[in-house]
């Protein structure tokens, strides 16, 4: 795409952000001029973390990614993409459990919004394993989280569990 401004969005629940979605966003980072990392506000009753604490603590842990926008959408992630002039939107593939779901997602996106590309970016093969309920079931049952995410999100577990 040459000469094309790059404007990413890499969406998700992040609730809360674990050490393999901050690779990922890093790795987007990366490739993108403008970088927005965008938690999703539309109601889910399993989410432990308010949307404003998940903000916060994405703003905590991507202060090394320099001009990268936290913020948080409702609604589609389609409409959000055009309302910030996104042109990919970045997911992360850890194995192919997770392939049904995001090529799905992908062509349900890419229909309502067809000048958008959804890029799926590898993690390091460190967080493969690595999920946000994973990891929240770790917390609750006494577990140590701290390979697995940032010290501030460890605090914030320990303060709910
Ligand atoms: O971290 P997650 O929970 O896997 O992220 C899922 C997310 C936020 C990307 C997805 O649920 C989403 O895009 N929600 C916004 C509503 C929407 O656009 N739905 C249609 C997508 S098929």
Same mark, same amino acid.
């Given at each position: ?64 990614? $320099?001009? =990268? ?11 959000? &993409?055009?309302?910030? /002039? !996104? ?48 990891? $929240?079931? =770790? ?11 940032? &010290?501030?999100?460890? /605090? !914030? ?5």
């Amino acid at each position: 795409m040459p000469n094309k401004r790059i404007v990413g969005l890499y969406p998700g629940s992040f609730d809360p952000v674990t050490n393999g979605h901050l690779d990922i966003a890093r790795r987007a980072h990366d490739m993108c001029d403008e970088m927005y990392v965008s938690v999703v506000a539309n109601p889910s009753k399993n989410a432990i973390f308010s949307v404003e604490e998940r903000v916060e603590l994405l703003k905590k842990t991507t202060k090394h990614l $320099k001009g =990268v926008h936290i913020s948080s959408f409702n609604g589609l992630l389609v409409d959000y &993409a055009k309302q910030i /002039k !996104a042109n990919i939107i970045f997911r992360g593939l850890r194995a192919v459990s997770d392939f049904e779901y995001e090529f799905q997602m992908a062509l349900i996106n890419r229909t309502l919004h067809p000048k958008i590309e959804v890029v799926f970016l590898v993690p390091n093969e460190k967080f493969i394993f690595l999920s946000s309920s994973a990891i $929240k079931e =770790v917390a609750n049952l006494g577990g140590d989280v701290t390979p697995f995410v940032p &010290a501030v999100v460890e /605090k !914030a577990l320990r303060r709910i569990y």
